[in-house]
């Protein structure tokens, strides 16, 4: 079992930014890789990055591409993503998860569909202002 808590959440003003934080207990996560989705009113869950175990790489949404960053630090057992330059499009409920099937290298159909995921964290609110 894995506990995943997210925090880092907030309101900010249209083109402000956020640093979201994803904290792992009771497993390592150094050994997985990380996803970050969200979740808006009404819309169904979707991707926005994901990197890989050692963090050597990466992925993002076409959305998010160039201004959000996901970004792990593993002594710490945390991963996260900060989001830059803030529209009001972003606003959703923001999700870690962890898969335990290496998804970064089974390709962009797997580790952007939610349902691979593993252990997901309860959510952190971002809501941007226009």
């Known amino acids: 079992q894995v506990q995943l808590v997210e925090s880092g959440g907030g309101l900010v003003q249209a083109g402000g930014s956020l640093r979201l934080s994803c904290a792992a207990s009771?497993?390592?996560?150094?050994?997985?890789?990380m996803g970050w989705f969200r979740q808006a009113p009404g819309k169904e869950r979707e991707f926005v990055a994901v990197?890989?175990?050692?963090?050597?790489?990466?992925s993002y949404a076409d959305s998010v591409k160039g201004r959000f960053t996901i970004s792990r630090d593993n002594a710490k057992n945390t991963v996260y993503l900060q989001m830059n330059s803030l529209k009001p499009e972003d606003t959703a409920v923001y999700y870690c998860?962890?898969?335990?099937?290496?998804?970064?290298?089974?390709?962009?159909?797997?580790?952007?569909?939610?349902?691979?995921?593993?252990?997901w964290g309860q959510g952190t609110q971002v809501t941007v202002s226009s």
């Open positions: 998860a962890l898969d335990t099937d290496r998804a970064y290298t089974r390709g962009i159909a797997y580790y952007t569909n939610s349902r691979n995921y593993d252990y």
């Open positions: 009771e497993r390592t996560i150094s050994n997985y890789d």
């Open positions: 990197i890989a175990w050692s963090g050597g790489s990466t």
